[in-house]
């Protein structure tokens, strides 16, 4: 089992700042990704970023140039710096580590952007 613990979320402004965190714990070992999805209301659930062990990061278009996604491996921390944030930002962020058929969800932090 894996747990995961997500912080960071909040209200803020068009154009503003977030940082999330995603603290992983368990039996977390061998090659893994971890990353950040969002869900919007009547949306599907949708990637944001991911980042797999050895740091290489990948995003989604709509966040490219905005978001960046970065780790600490010795606390098995994932974070996800959202910056020029919109309204269009605005859903529950779930943090997920997959590992082989293992896979797992935090239980989300809600993000609002607006004026």
């Known amino acids: 089992q894996v747990q995961l613990v997500e912080s960071g979320g909040g209200l803020v402004q068009p154009g503003g700042s977030l940082k999330l965190s995603c603290g992983a714990s368990?039996?977390?070992?061998?090659?893994?990704?971890m990353g950040w999805f969002r869900q919007a209301p009547g949306k599907q659930r949708e990637l944001v970023a991911t980042?797999?062990?050895?740091?290489?990061?990948n995003y989604a278009d709509s966040v490219k140039g905005r978001f960046t996604i970065s780790k600490d491996n010795a606390k098995n921390t994932v974070f996800l710096q959202m910056g020029s944030l919109r309204p269009e930002d605005t859903a529950v962020y779930y943090c997920k580590y997959s590992s082989g058929s293992r896979t797992y969800w935090g239980q989300g932090t809600q993000v609002t952007v607006s004026a």
């Open positions: 980042i797999n062990r050895s740091g290489s990061p």
């Open positions: 368990g039996s977390i070992f061998g090659v893994y990704v």
